[in-house]
Nanobody, 125 residues
Framework: QEKLVEAGGGSVQAGGSLRLSCAAS????????MSWFRQSPGKERERVAS???????TYADSVKGRFTISKDGAKNTLYLQMNSLKPEDSATYYC???????????????????WGQGTLVTVSS
């Protein structure tokens, strides 16, 4: 069974850092585009970072230079290192595995076949 479990969320002051993790079950094939998304109440889910099997990364403009996506294949785990956090980064963060190996330039609803349950990040000013 394919399953993703996020961890690492919490509360932090502006300027601080958090590292999110997304552990994939043994039945989850992660040799596809993997991404981190976030969603705040009343807002649409947005993709913040993607990583394809060839190691190519993409980032939303709002997080470039502050967030880093990475993957540990041996642990079947995806990470998101978040530095210089801002209050506007507060959201529930989700990881997802695409149907495709290549990460599209933009997020298309329905392109993710497996979602995690989410982890809450709160950044206070």
């Amino acid at each position: 069974q394919e399953k993703l479990v996020e961890a690492g969320g919490g509360s932090v002051q502006a300027g601080g850092s958090l590292r999110l993790s997304c552990a994939a079950s043994r039945g989850t094939n992660i040799n596809y585009c993997m991404s981190w998304f976030r969603q705040s109440p009343g807002k649409e889910r947005e993709r913040v970072a993607s990583l394809d099997p060839d190691g190519i990364t993409t980032y939303a403009d709002s997080v470039k230079g502050r967030f880093t996506i990475s993957k540990d294949g041996a642990k079947n785990t995806l990470y998101l290192q978040m530095n210089s956090l801002k209050p506007e980064d507060s959201a529930t963060y989700y990881c997802g595995v695409d149907w495709d190996r290549a990460c599209g330039r933009t997020y298309i609803p329905g392109s993710v076949r497996v979602w995690g349950q989410g982890t809450l990040v709160t950044v206070s000013s």
